[in-house]
Structure formats: structure tokens, C-alpha cells
């Protein structure tokens, strides 16, 4: 990361990232796909209502050990290896105290969560059934999450996306078995997901445990290093608020999605399983500007951050085009795939249409931001995401959706918040570049 071409490092380091954010969108693909096919629509809109909810979780686990990834890299860059271990070693524990932190607020607050969000009574105890039971796997993601970050910080991707696949086709076995064997429905698909999440954290356990160098875990040296924690909430929190804004944001979409029906939330339910990839590989580069600016920030080479952060978007653009143009093109094949209800995927290419085509500008947005982090910059992303994507979608909602309450309305929203947000991202970054030393 440090010396040497860049592109070609920026690629190796990316693609495997990306493959590992659509192998954890299989999981709810695997879902999604197995209950339209065996079930029925109010089982796959059940599980669709959840999706907003759980990627709010999943981004903040995945925003605070960004922290990690950054304070780790920095470190490593500076070559101030002590400091890299206590990093890991407060990481890991930080994962645990989070998932479980989690797990209690999220089965306290699951009526209420749902009552917010105006789910249809037909599908409303399913969508309880998966949602308690999703919330026990968050231990096993946030320890999976961290680890994941672990290794990143010294630029392995390929570990934890092999231990992600290995989850993945373990998800869509036991999805199989419980639904179509044994017919126990959404909550067959929910255990599997325990089952699948805990697999992936084990075996990224076990590996850091045989790692060698900075990011080895000794079980029996686990501590919090207080300056290390400070240093990684710091910057992982106000990345996993950035995160979360974006999903509640999304939660508040949700439910004026339930308020048009059944049919609306499948349909929604399928084109997100899609549509989501393409936003992958976008964060895939995005985290490797991350990382690749932490390390050479580390190493006080600001020419090569700049330089990093233009290739990386460049890059992005080139490799998220490939899927967004196959999506657009095959959108009926793909959600007939899940259900082959007309209407549902009629709705279902409305949604692909409305967000993969413009969904180009996130390159921009998701680049400069993760760069901005990368330097240790992370209130300011936070506090542009939350003004620009909250608060322009909830605008939309109580404006134009009122105004003109069909899903071509409220599709619209994500274009209008991601062209207002990357604008003012834009002059962030500008503005502080100027500044940075």
C-alpha cells in the first residue's frame, strides 16, 4: 500500500471486498428468494419488511470497526506496531460488548420497532418471528465484522470473503432444509441465519488466532486499551451513524412502502436483494480508499492519499457499471426469479430502474467520504449524510409523497438525497484538504 503502482493493489484489494458485501447480501437473497418460491409473497414481504431495520444494525457494527480498520492501518503505516496490537486486541473485545449490547435493546424494542413501522397485520407475526430471531445472530456479525476489519487494515480481503462464501452456501442449505423439508417458514430462515453468521465468525476467530505479526489475537491478553478505544470510537462511531442514517432513513421509506400494500413491500423486498450489489462494489472501493489513505497518512504521504482516493472513485465507476447495466437490462429474468406475481414484478422494475440507474453519483459520494475517514476525518461525512439524506427523505415523505402518495414518488427520493448529499460532500472534502497537514 505504501510503494509501487496503485491501481492494480486498489483492484485486488477491492474485488474481494466487493464479493464479500454481496456474499452478506446472499444471506437475505437466500431468504428472500427461498420463502417467494416455497411459501408465499406475505412470508417474502415479512422478511423484506425487516431489511431496512437489520442493514441499520449492520452499519453500525460495520461503522465502528471502520474505526478499527483506520486506527489499525495508521499504525501499521507509522510502523508503530505496539500500538496496531492494542488496537486489535480493544477491537475484539469492543465486538463483543457491541453484539450483545444490541441483542438486548433490539428484543426490547422489536413491538415497538414494528408498530413504528406499520406493518400490515398479515404479515405482522412473521415479521416479528424473523426480526427476534435475526437480532440473536448480531454477537456473531459484530465479532465477524470486526475481525473482517482486522485483517483489511493490512490489506487482507480474501480471508474473510472465504469465510463469508462458506456461511453463505451453509445459509442456503439450511434455508432449503427448513423450508422445504420441514416447512418451518420464516423461522426456519431466520435460524439458519444464526447458524450461518456464527460459522463466519468462528472461522475468522481461529484465524486470527494462527495470524503472525500485528493483527495475531492472544485470548489470553484480551484487554481494552483505553487510548486505542477512544481512537476507534472516534472515528467508528460518527462512520456507523453515517451508516445508520442511510437505513433510517430507509426504515421511514419502509413504512410508507407498507402503507401501499403487500405487493409494494415484496416487490421492494426483490429489486433491494438486487440492486444492493451494485452498491457493493461502490463501498468496496470506497474502503479501500479507507485504507490505503490510513496507511500512507500513516506514513505522512499525503500525495499518495490524493492520489489513491481519485483512482479508487475512478475505479469504482468502471466496476460498478458492469452490474448496473446487466441489472437494468435482465430486471424481469431477475425478479421472476423471486416471484413471479405480475404485479410484484412490475413494482420490482420501477425500483431497479429508479436507484441502479443514477445510483453512478454514489461513487463520488462514498469515495470522498471514505477518504475523509481515512485521514481520521469522520463527524464531518457523518453530519453531511445526516443532513443530506435524512433530512431531504424526510422531506420527500411529508412533501411530495403526501402530495403525490404513489411508488414512482417515493422511489424518486434516493436520486434527489444522493445528488444533494454528494454536492455537499464535494465541498467538505475540498475544505478540508485545504487544511490537512
Known amino acids: 500500500m505504501l510503494h509501487g503502482s496503485l491501481w492494480d493493489k486498489i483492484i485486488w484489494f477491492a474485488i474481494p471486498l466487493g464479493l464479500t458485501g454481496v456474499m452478506n447480501q446472499m444471506f437475505n437473497t437466500a431468504d428472500v428468494a ?33 474505526g478499527a480498520n483506520v486506527i489499525i492501518a495508521q499504525n501499521i503505516g507509522a510502523q508503530n506496531f505496539e500500538r496496531a496490537r492494542a488496537a ?34 398479515e404479515v405482522r407475526d412473521m415479521a416479528e418471528t424473523y426480526l427476534r430471531l435475526y437480532l440473536l445472530s448480531m454477537p456473531a456479525m459484530s465479532i465477524y465484522n470486526f475481525e473482517a ?16 462464501a462458506i456461511a453463505s452456501a451453509l445459509n442456503l442449505g439450511l434455508n432449503l432444509i427448513f423450508v422445504s423439508t420441514f416447512d418451518n417458514g420464516v423461522f426456519g430462515v431466520g435460524l439458519a441465519t444464526v447458524i450461518a453468521d456464527s460459522i463466519s465468525a468462528l472461522i475468522l476467530f481461529v484465524e486470527l488466532i494462527r495470524a503472525e505479526g500485528v493483527i495475531h489475537l492472544d485470548i489470553h491478553d484480551l484487554s481494552i486499551d483505553r487510548d486505542r478505544l477512544k481512537e476507534i470510537v472516534k472515528i467508528g462511531m460518527p462512520a456507523g451513524i453515517q451508516g445508520m442514517v442511510f437505513s433510517l432513513s430507509n426504515l421511514l421509506i419502509q413504512a410508507a412502502i ?17 440492486e444492493v450489489n451494485v452498491f457493493c462494489i461502490i463501498n468496496a ?79 463520488l459520494l462514498e469515495g470522498l467520504s471514505g477518504a475523509l475517514r481515512g485521514y481520521g476525518i469522520s463527524m464531518a461525512p457523518a453530519v453531511i449524510i445526516l443532513i443530506g439524506v435524512c433530512g431531504v427523505r ?16 417515493l422511489m424518486t427520493v434516493y436520486a434527489v ?9 464535494c465541498v467538505a472534502y475540498r475544505f478540508y484538504m485545504r487544511h490537512i497537514h
Request: charged letters at 10%; a neutral charge; proline letters at 3%.
Open 258 to 274: 407498507n402503507s401501499l400494500g403487500a405487493d409494494a413491500m415484496a416487490a421492494s423486498a426483490a429489486a433491494f436483494t438486487i
Open 34 to 66: 427461498v420463502l417467494g418460491k416455497f411459501v408465499g409473497k406475505e412470508a417474502m414481504a415479512a422478511v423484506g419488511n425487516n431489511i431496512s431495520l437489520i442493514g441499520l444494525l449492520v452499519n453500525l457494527f460495520m461503522g465502528l470497526s471502520l
Open 149 to 164: 476489519a482486522i485483517f483489511r487494515s493490512r490489506g487482507d480481503t480474501n480471508t474473510p470473503l472465504i469465510a463469508l
Open 285 to 363: 472501493f470506497a474502503q479501500a480508499a479507507t485504507t490505503f489513505v490510513s496507511q500512507n497518512f500513516g506514513a505522512r504521504n499525503l500525495e499518495r492519499c490524493r492520489r489513491v482516493t481519485w483512482l479508487a472513485m475512478g475505479l469504482g465507476a468502471i466496476f460498478m457499471g458492469v452490474p448496473a447495466i446487466f441489472i437494468l437490462t435482465f430486471a424481469e429474468e431477475l425478479l421472476a426469479f423471486f416471484n413471479s406475481d405480475p404485479n410484484v414484478i412490475t413494482l420490482g422494475k420501477i425500483r431497479l430502474w429508479y436507484i441502479v440507474a443514477p445510483e453512478i453519483v454514489n461513487v
Open 88 to 121: 486489535v486486541r480493544t477491537a475484539f473485545v469492543l465486538s463483543i460488548a457491541t453484539g450483545l449490547g444490541i441483542v438486548i435493546v433490539g428484543q426490547a424494542a422489536t413491538n415497538v420497532v414494528l408498530d413504528m413501522m406499520e406493518v400490515p397485520s
Open 417 to 425: 438525497s444522493w445528488f444533494v448529499t454528494t454536492a455537499l460532500m
Open 394 to 409: 424526510i422531506t420527500w415523505l411529508f412533501t411530495a409523497f403526501v402530495a403525490a402518495p404513489t411508488y414512482q414518488t
